[in-house]
């Protein structure tokens, strides 16, 4: 069925492979567990299948076909993660302006894959870079202008009860980018996604995370002190919030500030756009009912970029409009050279130049 079947990559849990398929010639990517793999890891895989031939959107992967027995499937191959796709950014030192719209062409598939998911009552878990994944449009690899889509669903979850949330036996996702509330109760909803893609925008904008140089234990642990059950900003005593104020400022405006007090990326405040960094703020609240939805999300990046295809748009007019002026203007100084003696040469005057003057009332 199968040929030029070929080594991507081999994680923890599971070897990923290249292929094509014979009848059709179709590039394929083929994911299977490792040998021995323990149940849990055969159970994330058989999780990843489910939730693949559940949901079918332009911008999660599609699955061509699976095995339960052998706890494998078959999806479409792309080119790469948007880790890979930062790393490019920041090799090439594209101009801020640039790798912000790059940067929001890149996130509102993903906002409109999550508002899909969430939408149909089913949540990530664990979005990050590594898990969102493109296609060169046009072939050529050193173009930005891709297909996105987001896969690696093994810790998805369908939403079953009135709450909302989800509780899990074991932390799900990668520590850096976990809500608070998955930290410190295993609880996990469609806020803790967008808490997710509020990092991921972040660390999408500034080439960075905003913790630098702590380690994803301590990330977590040094949030879990000042969380509540129920993660409810109303809920802090009066010692709590003379205690943030003091360290980290006002308190209405600690959210952000304060998980990120560990040494802010330097781009934070030169380097962060003011739409991406209101994105970012909103989505990262600690209480999980402050957090925009992932339909807010998708409309926001969605508006800033049409404002800035009209802003571009109408400085390409007036740069158009200035050229043929130029051009207009030479042609008419050229056509009126010798108007007043056409068969006669024109002499230099030996006479010093003069200003110009002339009465705007006269025009």
């Not at 909302?164 to 520590?175: D, E, I, Y």
Request: charged share 25%; aromatic share 8%.
């Amino acid at each position: 069925m199968f040929e030029k079947i070929s080594l991507i990559m081999k994680g923890s849990r599971s070897v990923i492979y290249s292929a094509i398929i014979k009848q059709t010639q179709q590039p394929v990517a083929i994911k299977m567990p490792l040998e021995n793999a323990d149940p849990t890891i055969l159970k994330l895989i058989d999780r990843e299948i489910f939730l693949l031939k559940k949901l079918s959107h332009q911008n999660i992967l599609s699955l061509i076909t699976a095995d339960p027995t052998e706890h494998s499937f078959v999806t479409e191959l792309m080119d790469g993660d948007l880790f890979g796709l930062i790393d490019r950014m920041d090799e090439e030192s594209l101009p801020l302006k640039e790798r912000w719209r790059i940067v929001r062409n890149l996130l509102l598939p993903v906002s409109e894959a999550l508002t899909y998911m969430h939408q149909n009552k089913y949540i990530h878990r664990d979005i990050k870079p590594e898990n969102v994944f493109f296609r060169y449009s046009n072939s050529d690899p050193l173009s930005f202008d891709v297909e996105v889509k987001i896969g690696d669903l093994e810790h998805g979850a369908m939403i079953t009860g009135q709450s909302g949330r989800v509780r899990s036996k074991h932390l799900r996702g990668t520590a850096q980018y976990l809500a608070p509330e998955s930290a410190k109760n295993k609880l996990y909803s469609r806020e803790s996604d967008v808490y997710s893609f509020g990092l991921l925008v972040y660390a999408m904008t500034t080439l960075n995370l905003p913790y630098q140089g702590i380690k994803p234990t301590q990330i977590i642990n040094f949030i879990l002190p000042y969380l509540h059950d129920e993660i409810d900003i109303s809920n802090f005593t009066v010692a709590d919030r003379e205690h943030i104020e003091a360290e980290h400022g006002e308190f209405s405006d600690f959210s952000w500030t304060f998980l990120c007090s560990y040494q802010l990326s330097p781009f934070w405040v030169d380097e962060m756009p003011p739409d991406l960094d209101s994105l970012a703020k909103n989505c990262c609240q600690i209480c999980p009912k402050n957090r925009i939805t992932m339909a807010t999300a998708r409309e926001t990046l969605m508006t800033e970029i049409a404002r800035n295809t009209e802003l571009t748009a109408a400085k390409e007019d007036s740069e158009t409009s200035s050229t043929e002026l130029h051009v207009s203007a030479k042609a008419l100084i050229e056509s009126t050279h010798g108007f007043l003696n056409p068969s006669t040469p024109q002499t230099k005057s030996t006479e010093p130049l003069r200003p110009l003057r002339c009465n705007a009332a006269s025009w």
